[in-house]
């Protein structure tokens, strides 16, 4: 079936390790979101991708990056994990300005 | 005043009830998500909707543009049900954002 994915669904890094969140999807969807969504609040955006044109919110950290070296992959990269980043993180595609499929997330640990 | 607002924010309910869940705003949008989250687990799309009413399984959407109102229902409830409801808005097309807005979610609580 087509889907959003994302791995792992777990991760547990150490404080200041960089860590590498993956998703991909089969959707062959052009637009690609990165959200951080931490307990008891709503999902915030980080970034998006429209194709290749990235496009960064006002308030994302600089610690967070992301890559998306085809259509179907996108990776979230935390260069220096605090422990306030600790957050479920979402992945989500569309069309342009079409409904958003959400992955089932990662859940990220910093200790 | 949020341009989206849920109610309830908490909901219990016994097994087998009939369940509403409403979302109001107070922007334009093009199309409204209805989004499902289980406790500590990743979202599942359930509707999007720009008018009328959907229908999947036990659950039901509707919405009326014009009154900028719309409703999750969900016919005999089970435990499993039991998960926070959130409703983004998709803003409307051509404008300067395809960023969704998120309202505060309901949390129910389907109990045996």
């Known amino acids: 079936d087509a889907m959003v994915i994302q791995n792992p669904r777990y991760q547990v890094t150490q404080f200041g390790k960089p860590v590498t969140l993956s998703c991909s999807q089969t959707?062959?969807?052009?637009?690609m979101y990165w959200y951080q969504q931490k307990s008891s609040q709503a999902p915030k955006l980080l970034f998006h991708?429209?194709?290749?044109?990235?496009?960064n919110e006002a308030d994302t950290p600089d610690n967070f990056q992301s890559r998306r070296p085809n259509t179907s992959f996108c990776f979230l990269d935390i260069r220096s994990p605090g422990l306030g980043d600790a957050a479920m993180y979402l992945c989500?595609?569309?069309?342009?300005?079409?409904?958003?499929?959400f992955g089932p997330g990662t859940r990220l640990l910093v200790l | 005043k949020n341009e989206v607002e849920q109610s309830p924010q908490n909901l219990t309910a016994q097994e087998g009830e009939f369940i509403t869940i409403n979302c109001s705003y107070s922007?334009?949008?093009?199309?409204l998500h209805w989004l499902q989250q289980h406790p500590g687990g990743g979202i599942v799309s359930l509707f999007m909707?720009?008018?009328g009413k959907k229908k999947h399984g036990r659950l039901i959407a509707t919405i009326n543009i014009q009154e900028k109102h719309s409703s999750l229902h969900i016919t005999a409830s089970h435990p499993r049900d039991s998960a926070v409801y959130i409703c983004?808005?998709?803003?409307?097309?051509?404008?300067?954002?395809?960023?969704?807005?998120f309202g505060t979610g309901t949390l129910l609580a389907v109990q045996p």
């Open positions: 989500a595609t569309s069309l342009i300005e079409e409904t958003q499929y």
């Open positions: 959707l062959n969807h052009n637009v």
């Open positions: 991708y429209y194709d290749k044109d990235f496009n």
């Open positions: 922007v334009g949008i093009s199309a």
């Open positions: 909707l720009s008018s």
């Open positions: 983004p808005l998709h803003p409307p097309k051509g404008g300067a954002t395809n960023k969704l807005i």
